[in-house]
DNA sequence: GCAAATTAATGATTTATTCAAG
DNA sequence: CTTGAATAAATCATTAATTTGC
């Protein structure tokens, strides 16, 4: 079998120090722009591409949302239970809502299937190609506010339309 | 104000003609490369991107979905409400599923905020720019077997996970 | 110890919702 | 009200952990 050595990234520990770094840093929806960046600047540390870091994103924003729901659901149940005014409506709705423009910014763009599946011999992140990291160290981490992401309801949908 | 004299893409009639007709053919899910013909075929007639005809073709399709299941449901709350059997889970459920291999192929790439909203003095559709058009004249409209687009479960989760 | 069998994580896609221009 | 655009939620699929029988 000549190729198919592995059909998705697998990040670096390097890597995946830093984007926890930034996500901790307040970074939730980078734009392309900032993508583009992380990306740069994380090749440096094996191989990756754009994709990888907009899903990586995604996902651990997803998932950091998702645990703390549960955890709020089970708390929820571990509470006294104030008979009176039983919730009528499920709750796991996280505070009103914080809002903050939403930094929404990423495009997508089609993108051909794969370019081509190189055989690798035994090279990959252990010989890191110095890809410039021309543009800048790294872009501001932590500033432009962390904004909590406005949460938007989790459960309930008031759908308004009504044809 | 300079520039900015329209945010989105605003289908010409012929655009619009030619997505359906692929709709029709049974295209629903177009890869990359598709896409990148697609596209290059349409900017014939009027400006246009890739990712235009990515939503254009996500948006299709899931309208297109929502209208069937409105229709289902209605015709469903005409019945005659059979009594015994109630349905005790949300139907809205298009028939069994036949599957046949999604086409799933799409990648996302991050795409720069805009390149430039040139302020077209009054040029646009009007004039096209004849790319090319040198991969094909279109490709398999309707052919690969019209695919139903797996419906999946549309409402009933049964997840196998237990943790 | 170790390798097949399970299960948990998590990268990649698709679908559902929501926002807002026209 | 229609629909292009964008984000979030739900899934799918593959890899890593972990368990289990030997």
Known sequence: MPQAVSTRWCPTAEQLMILEEMYRGGIRTPNAL???????????YGKIEGKNVFYWFQNH?????????RKMIKQQQQLPTPQHEAASFSLTQIPPRFYEEQCRSIGFMCMLPKPE????????????????????????VRSTGIKEEKPRSTALHVSTSSS
Chains 1, 2 share one sequence.
């Open 61 to 69: 924003k997803a998932r950091d949302r998702q645990k703390l729901r």
């Open 117 to 140: 599946v190189e055989a690798p011999t035994a090279q990959m992140d252990s010989a890191p190609r110095y890809r410039a990291l021309e543009t800048l160290d790294l872009f501001p």
């Open 34 to 44: 900032q993508i583009q960046h992380i990306t740069t600047h994380l090749s440096y």
